[in-house]
T-cell receptor
Framework: DQQVKQNSPSLSVQEGRISILNCDYT??????FLWYKKYPAEGPTFLISISSIKDKNEDGRFTVFLNKSAKHLSLHIVPSQPGDSAVYFCAASANTGNQFYFGTGTSLTVIP | DVKVTQSSRYLVKRTGEKVFLECVQD?????MFWYRQDPGLGLRLIYFSYDVKMKEKGDIPEGYSVSREKKERFSLILESASTNQTSMYLCASSLVVGELFFGEGSRLTVL
């Protein structure tokens, strides 16, 4: 059973606009969340993280929001650039271990 | 910079062959992981290791085994490859707590 879900397989956004990628989780024990970006034929690269003691974390154009009551997190990219076109995965981990559970990914296309 | 190196980017093997996928990390990380990535299924954990000679099953360990004889090296073994093991295999490492650092992946095709 998928504990981390990304319900949108794909998303298209115009260059310069905001991209919002969503992620839901079911396990209330999850307390550390990551976002990864993946280009074809490459390994995922770490983007940004957030722990459950925060509800927002920002790094340049990337902001992650966490809503613990809704078990929902989102990644905002603003402004979106064509180089942001990739598959984005969210991942979650519980304090009891370092095993991360990944979502199925959202393919973002930023249109020039 | 952390570097995680996977020995082969592309492999083609025949059903029943034994397959070794090697992974080396250079940052003295305690934890190492093997994932496979399949379309529509995301990344699924096969095995992980939090110390030399230690291993833990992930979500899909069937048909796989692992070896960690040295801290920097984590090997994934397919004892008898099958066509349903055709996939992208990703190795990762991390400190005790923290983000995963991935290698570039090994695309395995089993004919």
């Amino acid at each position: 059973d998928q504990q981390v879900k990304q319900n949108s397989p794909s998303l298209s956004v115009q260059e310069g606009r905001i991209s919002i990628l969503n992620c839901d989780y079911t396990n209330s024990m999850f307390d550390y969340f990551l976002w990864y970006k993946k280009y074809p034929a490459e390994g995922p690269t770490f983007l940004i993280s957030i722990s459950s003691i925060k509800d927002k974390n920002e790094d340049g154009r990337f902001t992650v929001f966490l809503n613990k009551s809704a078990k929902h997190l989102s990644l905002h990219i603003v402004p979106s650039q064509p180089g942001d076109s990739a598959v984005y995965f969210c991942a979650a981990s519980a304090n009891t271990g370092n095993q991360f559970y990944f979502g199925t990914g959202t393919s973002l296309t930023v249109i020039p | 910079d952390v570097k995680v190196t996977q020995s082969s980017r592309y492999l083609v093997k025949r059903t029943g062959e034994k397959v070794f996928l090697e992974c080396v990390q250079d940052m003295d990380h305690e934890n190492m992981f093997w994932y496979r990535q399949d379309p529509g299924l995301g990344l699924r954990l096969i095995y992980f290791s939090y110390d030399v000679k230690m291993k833990e099953k992930g979500d899909i360990p069937e048909g796989y085994s692992v070896s960690r004889e040295k801290k920097e090296r984590f090997s994934l073994i397919l004892e008898s490859a099958s066509t349903n093991q055709t996939s992208m295999y990703l190795c990762a490492s991390s400190l005790v707590v923290g983000e995963l650092f991935f290698g570039e992946g090994s695309r395995l095709t089993v004919l």
